[in-house]
Nanobody
Framework: QVQLAESGGGLVQTGDSLRLSCAASGSSFSDYNVGWFRQAPGKEREFVAAVSWSGDGTRYIDSVQGRFTVFRNNAKNTVYLQMNNLQPEDTAVYYC???????????????WGQGTLVTVSS
């Protein structure tokens, strides 16, 4: 089992950067693929980015490709989401999630954090 805790959210202006962290505790975190999701007010939760257990594989949705980077440090049991050139439409609660199955990480991973709020003002 894995417990996840996000941090790093906040209020920023258009064009600013933020780095979110997802700290994990529990067994064998380095075996888990990790995804980032977000839920904007009044909208459904959507997949944003994912990184494989080794860090070698990544996926992004089109709207963040080239602006967001997901990476991990397994020695620190932490996955990061570097967000650059933030836009108002990036405003959402951001969640990290973990799953042993790469195919499931972008759809419905098993373990979830509580989320961290990112607000981008125009």
């Amino acid at each position: 089992q894995v417990q996840l805790a996000e941090s790093g959210g906040g209020l920023v202006q258009t064009g600013d950067s933020l780095r979110l962290s997802c700290a994990a505790s529990g067994s064998s975190f380095s075996d888990y693929n990790v995804g980032w999701f977000r839920q904007a007010p009044g909208k459904e939760r959507e997949f944003v980015a994912a990184v494989s257990w080794s860090g070698d594989g990544t996926r992004y949705i089109d709207s963040v490709q080239g602006r967001f980077t997901v990476f991990r440090n397994n020695a620190k049991n932490t996955v990061y989401l570097q967000m650059n050139n933030l836009q108002p439409e990036d405003t959402a609660v951001y969640y990290c999630a973990a799953d042993l199955n790469w195919g499931r990480i972008m759809i419905n991973p098993i373990y979830w954090g509580q989320g961290t709020l990112v607000t981008v003002s125009s």
